[in-house]
């Protein structure tokens, strides 16, 4: 009887001994488990975002000055939307142009490419003579660009493009200040060209815009005081000063040209001088102001 006891006991105390070690194991693995869950949940906060979080510390002073500028910033935008009157005026000036560019090509295609560069440079060389008799000074005649190289044409029969010839293409820009006999020089570039024109575009501008743009700003100005005025008629209110004046568009300025087919012509018995009409150049401006409202 006394032997069973102490087998009893032993197996009771080797039973427990396992039981309490499994429940300690258990623990751990509970304790490891939520903190792998944590860690996780940490770094897809900061994955999510794209980018590294780091946090600096920021001095009171610091944030002191931060909240006053976002303050004063956002004090300032309520009061110029929140109050006052706000206007866009609109202000326009034209004149007339004073200089005309012309930008055209001496284009020669033929079958060796000295023969090509030769045929382009006595067709050039023919308008400079007829330019220079225009009173056309050479410091107003310059270069866009110069080049050479193979003409090519796609061929049926071989199924591959294929060296017809060699093309000079030599482009110029010309200004002109005679604008009362700008058709006239047209005509002259064109005759002397030997066939071998081809015009790219003609414009008119004014060379100082000084004087118009002035004029343009003035008119945007007084355009956006008549506006406020006429609101603030219309509201019953009076109208204080400007407190904020910007130009929101820059000077803009453009011609009106009218249409021309620029071909080579031959001179003709019937010949007619070309009729070119310059046009006017025109600038716009936009400026906003900001008027406030004084309490009667």
Request: hydrophobic share 40%.
């Amino acid at each position: 009887m006394y032997s069973m006891k102490i087998v009893y006991y032993n197996t009771y105390g080797y039973y427990k001994a396992k039981m309490e070690a499994e429940l300690n194991n258990m623990s751990n693995k509970i304790v490891l488990c939520l903190l792998i869950t944590i860690f996780i949940s940490i770094v897809s906060c900061n994955t999510n975002t794209g980018t590294e979080t780091i946090s600096i510390p920021i001095t009171s002073n610091e944030t002191a000055q931060s909240a006053n500028i976002l303050r004063d910033a956002s004090s300032s935008n309520n009061k110029l939307v929140n109050s006052g009157v706000n206007v866009i005026g609109r202000g326009f000036a034209d004149a007339k142009p004073d200089v005309a560019i012309i930008d055209f090509s001496i284009k020669s295609v033929n079958d060796t490419a000295s023969i090509s560069r030769n045929k382009a440079a006595k067709g050039l060389q023919n308008i400079l003579t007829a330019l220079k008799a225009q009173n056309i000074s050479e410091d107003n005649i310059t270069t866009n660009f110069f080049k050479i190289g193979p003409e090519r044409e796609w061929n049926e029969k071989t199924r591959k493009m294929e060296i017809i010839g060699f093309s000079t293409t030599n482009s110029v820009k010309v200004k002109i200040y005679q604008l009362e006999n700008i058709g006239e020089i047209v005509d002259e570039i064109i005759i002397n060209s030997d066939e071998l024109i081809d015009f790219d575009s003609i414009g008119f501008e004014l060379e100082d815009k000084t004087s118009i743009i002035k004029y343009a700003r003035k008119m945007a100005v007084e355009n956006a005081i008549e506006k406020a005025e006429e609101i603030a008629t219309t509201a019953q209110i009076k109208l204080g000063s400007p407190t904020y004046i910007t130009e929101i568009s820059s000077p803009n300025a453009f011609g009106n040209v009218s249409d021309m087919s620029m071909m080579a012509m031959a001179r003709a018995e019937s010949f007619v001088e070309t009729p070119i009409m310059s046009g006017d150049i025109s600038v716009s401006i936009e400026v906003q102001i900001h008027f406030d409202i004084i309490d009667n």
